[in-house]
């Protein structure tokens, strides 16, 4: 399984059922630098094509969000109806309901915690590339521009996407996080978990 951490957005709400709402975004035409090379090497750098997620989303196959790669830590998924994914030519967009047997969790009160603190800030996807057989030119590698660096850089054109993560540390310098709070109406016994994060 690979992983490419872009930067993006990611939206909490909390709802008076207790239960979580949350929102991400995985932007398109980003590049990231998953390597410097070390002494000796290239650097190699990742970034995925418009709509490089579009079979996975049209076919509606299995997706889950994660939290940290982990398939311990399940948030949502499509099978349940606790997920749903939008893909467009700017980005892979994602929608989650977190029910409150599953919000009740410490693992996702750890993870609202470190979205709160800004600590979480990216959205990475878990992918593989699909065989030369069903997909002629899934990646494609070139060489970076000589006047930006000496990189080797892989587009990803078509990928199937098994699950999308919360993550602390994203690779694309663009994600950043910024937190709000807001009024919301919330049980008595459980103070309310409320954050935007652009």
């Known amino acids: 399984m690979l992983y490419g951490i872009p930067g993006g957005t990611i939206e909490v709400r909390g709802a008076s059922d207790r239960a979580l709402q949350l929102r991400g975004r995985f932007p398109y035409g980003s590049t990231a630098t998953l390597s410097d090379g070390g002494r000796r090497g290239r650097p190699r750098k990742e970034r995925f094509a418009a709509h490089a997620f579009k079979h ?18 399940p948030l949502a998924s499509r099978g349940t109806g ?5 893909d ?34 990216g959205i990475s996807p878990g992918f593989r590339i699909p065989p ?7 990646e494609t590698v070139e060489e970076e521009d000589p006047a930006e660096g000496q990189a080797l850089i892989r587009t990803v054109h078509a990928a199937v996407l098994s699950e999308l993560s919360l ?11 910024e937190s709000r709070s807001w009024d919301m109406a919330a049980p008595k016994a ?3 978990m409320m954050v935007y994060l652009p």
């Open 82 to 86: 606790t997920l749903s994914l939008e």
């Open 190 to 192: 459980r103070p309310p």
């Open 56 to 73: 996975s989303v049209e076919t509606e196959r299995e997706v889950r969000l994660l939290v940290g790669h982990d398939w311990g830590k």
């Open 132 to 138: 030369e057989r069903a997909v002629q030119q899934a």
């Open 88 to 121: 467009t030519a700017e980005a892979l967009t994602f929608d989650a309901t977190i029910p409150p047997e599953v919000a009740d969790t410490s693992f996702v009160r750890d993870a609202i915690a470190l979205l709160t603190a800004g600590l979480a800030v």
């Open 167 to 177: 993550v602390t540390n994203p690779a694309y310098e663009e994600s950043s996080v």
